[in-house]
């Protein structure tokens, strides 16, 4: 099994919701990363877990809100989003935190709109 | 401030003709990786090179990383419908844990 399975795969929000992405791998990976992408542009790291534990949170606004329950699963709670934040949001999962050798594994992406 | 930026960002071409996208940098690398994306889809890495000058054949596709580790080159050879997509290298800094990407190279091949 090679795959990252990320859902919803679409996700239409207002602005005072609450919601919830989750991805899941079973690769054996030990290290998680959430992705924000626009159209057409490069993928924008957001966080990285490694051993289930946040590594690296690249300055994100406090209204996306990881969690690493296991390490298996990956989640990320959306609360208060603004507009601009609609993207595909792509969850990734490596055998360890990013290295010479690591390969990124990517899931399919959560398309987020934000009404 | 992007740390490795592509050339072209979008290509457009007929079948059958060849071309090649570069991904430029200041910054050396220890590895750099090539991912192609489609629509609606998440990146999926083609190869990853290490050795500075080094050269990887992935049948149509050649990829090669620059001497002095700070730059690569993608070529692909009689474009086929089949290699639309976006195209994005990612970087690893000697320093770094993570790997930056590319601006990114949107290529349509046009049947």
């Known amino acids: 099994d090679t795959e990252v399975t990320q859902t919803p795969k679409h996700l239409v929000m207002g602005m005072t919701n609450k919601k919830s992405l989750k991805c899941e791998q079973h690769?054996?990976?030990?290290?998680m990363y959430w992705y924000k992408q626009k159209a057409k542009k490069p993928p924008e790291l957001m966080f990285v877990?490694?051993?289930?534990?946040?590594?690296i949170n690249e300055s994100v606004p406090s209204r996306f809100s990881p969690e690493c329950p296991n390490s298996s699963l990956l989640n990320l709670h959306l609360h208060a989003l603004q507009p601009e934040d609609s993207a595909l949001y792509l969850c990734?999962?490596?055998?360890?935190?990013?290295?010479?050798?690591?390969?990124?594994?990517f899931g399919s992406g959560t398309q987020l709109s934000v009404l | 401030t992007q740390l490795l930026e592509q050339s072209p960002q979008f290509l457009s071409i007929q079948e059958g003709e060849n071309l090649t996208v570069y991904c430029n940098s200041s910054s050396v690398f220890s590895s750099l990786q090539w991912y192609r994306q489609e629509p609606g889809e998440g990146p999926v890495l083609l190869v990853t090179v290490v050795t500075g000058g080094e050269v990887k054949k992935l049948k149509r596709l050649t990829f090669q990383f620059g001497d002095a580790r700070k730059d690569s080159s993608l070529h692909i050879t009689a474009a086929q419908p089949g290699d639309t997509g976006l195209y994005l290298c990612a970087g690893l800094l000697n320093t770094g844990n993570q790997f930056y990407f590319g601006t990114g190279t949107s290529l349509t091949v046009i049947p």
């Open positions: 690769m054996g990976h030990r290290a």
């Open positions: 877990y490694s051993y289930e534990k946040l590594s």
């Open positions: 990734a999962s490596s055998r360890y935190i990013q290295g010479i050798n690591e390969k990124l594994f």
